[in-house]
């Protein structure tokens, strides 16, 4: 952590550990994600991958209260949060950032902040964003820009700087660098979403990219068809032929020279 962040930061909680079990998620009862476990301790990077349409965003959904479930639970530390609604999960400390309609384009980036931060005591909000402005510099000079004039990955910086106005000991992202340019994708996970997790935030991030996404995940679920087909660190996930070959797209070192290609 950097000597910024640890003196503007003041009283952050510790990560949360997340447990699903057996979850099962979908639309008009109509199950999308089928019996799905997974586990993050706290401070870690876990990712879910997957192709188009596997699942990964109901999963997601289900985990913040926007997707009904269907059975099974989760839980945040020893609470068990499964099928709360949204606000209250908020309220529980979790943090999402959606894969659209991540902020509010015709809002200023510090308008957004302070939505943000709408659960906390006035006198703590612009704290709140001078620590966030420490942690994104780059919105630290654009904090009177509307939000839908700014770049795709300062948008994304947004979407999680506007999570983190709560001080989250979990963050929930989904494919935050869906639409990004590969440079500033493998920016925003190597130094934000890492960053995330070294100010000791557990972060959960469903993805595409997933050769970029495993370089940062503690641990990673591979999901298709709505159901979990393998799980692993990220090298035992490199050293399956199987993993290779049906998510990254080919053999190891080809996926390692294509480092920009989805599966
Ligand atoms: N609101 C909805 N109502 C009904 N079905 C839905 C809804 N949202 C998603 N689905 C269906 O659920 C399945 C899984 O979609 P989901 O968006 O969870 O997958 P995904 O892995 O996140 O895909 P992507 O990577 O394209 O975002 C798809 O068949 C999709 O059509």
């Known amino acids: 952590m950097s000597a910024d962040r640890q003196k503007a930061d003041h009283g952050r909680p510790m990560g949360a550990a997340l447990l699903v079990e057996g979850l099962s998620a979908g639309y008009d009862t109509r199950p999308v994600v089928h019996e799905v476990s997974i586990a993050a301790e706290p401070g870690e990077i876990v990712s879910v991958v997957g192709p188009n349409g596997s699942g990964k965003s109901t999963l997601l959904g289900?985990?913040?209260?926007?997707?009904?479930?269907?059975?099974?639970?989760?839980?945040?530390?020893?609470?068990?949060?499964?099928?709360?609604?949204?606000?209250?999960?908020?309220?529980?400390g979790v943090g999402y950032v959606p894969q659209v309609d991540d902020v509010f384009a015709p809002l200023t980036v510090r308008e957004n902040l302070e939505m943000g931060g709408y659960l906390l005591p006035a006198r703590e909000v612009q704290p709140r964003i001078d620590y966030v402005a420490s942690v994104f510099p780059q919105l630290a000079?654009?904090?009177?820009?509307?939000?839908?004039?700014?770049?795709?990955?300062?948008?994304?910086?947004?979407?999680?700087?506007?999570?983190?106005?709560?001080?989250?000991?979990?963050?929930?992202?989904?494919?935050?660098?869906a639409n990004l340019a590969p440079a500033v994708a493998n920016e925003l996970l190597e130094e934000h979403?890492?960053?995330?997790?070294?100010?000791?935030?557990?972060?959960?991030?469903?993805?595409?990219?997933?050769?970029?996404?495993?370089?940062?995940?503690?641990?990673?679920?591979?999901?298709?068809?709505?159901?979990?087909?393998?799980?692993?660190?990220?090298?035992?996930?490199?050293?399956?032929?199987?993993?290779?070959?049906?998510?990254l797209g080919g053999s190891a070192s080809a996926a390692e020279s294509r480092p920009d290609e989805r599966p």
């Open 62 to 92: 289900a985990l913040i209260g926007t997707v009904e479930v269907l059975g099974g639970r989760v839980a945040l530390d020893s609470q068990d949060i499964t099928g709360w609604a949204p606000e209250d999960v908020v309220r529980a």
């Open 193 to 247: 979403v890492r960053g995330l997790a070294a100010d000791g935030a557990t972060a959960l991030i469903v993805e595409q990219r997933a050769r970029a996404v495993l370089a940062i995940s503690d641990r990673t679920y591979v999901l298709a068809g709505g159901t979990l087909r393998m799980s692993g660190t990220p090298a035992e996930l490199l050293s399956s032929r199987q993993f290779v070959a049906s998510f």
């Open 141 to 177: 000079g654009m904090l009177g820009r509307r939000a839908g004039r700014i770049s795709g990955g300062e948008r994304k910086m947004l979407a999680m700087a506007r999570a983190m106005m709560l001080q989250p000991r979990l963050f929930v992202l989904d494919e935050p660098t």
